[in-house]
């Protein structure tokens, strides 16, 4: 089955440092997202990347579709305390470009930041 | 976007019991989408459910375990039966609104 690997699994940082988290599947997919989910809630859509090379930015979050589509990566700059969560890459588009809506979710990363 | 909410919003069950989760939108939507997230655990899609047609099952859930309703285009329930404690998870609903996935707050369930 597809692999969807997400790391790192959690970070514990200070405020104001900068985070990087990344994504690598074992297939080509059409679309990666990045999803946040707060305790309690379901995640929110964060960056939605379409084309192969596309870098995207969302305030302080910056995104990345890998040239090979098969990885992406999410940066957040000058990070504040509510910046807490889980943050989920997930693929969209299928294998070899099929179309399908089903999402396949990666494993997450667990964010701390320290005030 | 889309406005999505769920009932129960958390629910102790005893096995062998059988609990229906609802999900409300207040949008008209084609697709609606149910996934389960056990503890600690990433998301993983349980079934597609259509308006007007069966829902469609991933690999390893059945419809027997989780029967999915979709009366109208802004409402489904997941029900999910005789449970036992590897049920505990929260469920999910999502909605597709143009080319996004929007997330219900879910519902947490413990199986005792």
């Known amino acids: 089955g597809q692999q969807l690997n997400q790391s790192p699994q959690s970070m514990f940082i200070q405020e104001g440092e900068d985070v990087s988290m990344n994504c690598t599947s074992s297939s080509i997919f059409n679309t990666w997202l990045w999803y946040k989910q707060d305790p309690g809630e379901g995640p929110v859509l964060l960056i939605a990347?379409?084309?192969?090379?596309e870098l995207t930015s969302n305030g302080r979050l910056t995104a990345q579709f890998g040239i090979t589509r098969k990885d992406s990566f999410l940066n957040i700059s000058a990070s504040i305390p509510s910046d807490v969560g889980i943050y989920f890459c997930a693929l969209g588009g299928g294998p070899l470009g099929g179309a399908t809506n089903k999402l396949i979710f990666g494993t997450g990363t667990l964010l701390a930041v320290q005030p | 976007s889309a406005v999505i909410s769920q009932k129960p919003s958390r629910d102790i069950c005893q096995r062998g019991t059988s609990l229906t989760i609802q999900c409300q939108v207040d949008?008209?939507?084609?697709?609606m989408f149910w996934y389960r997230q056990q503890p600690g655990q990433s998301l993983t899609l349980i079934a597609t459910a259509n308006q007007g047609s069966e829902a469609t099952y991933e690999s390893g859930f059945v419809i027997d375990k989780f029967p999915i309703s979709r009366p109208n285009l802004t409402f489904s329930t997941l029900t999910v039966s005789n449970m036992s404690p590897e049920d505990s998870s929260i469920y999910l609903c999502?909605?597709?609104?143009?080319?996004?996935?929007?997330f219900g707050p879910g519902t947490r369930l413990t199986v005792l």
């Open positions: 949008s008209q939507v084609t697709m």
């Open positions: 999502s909605v597709l609104l143009g080319d996004t996935q929007y």
């Open positions: 990347l379409y084309k192969a090379g």
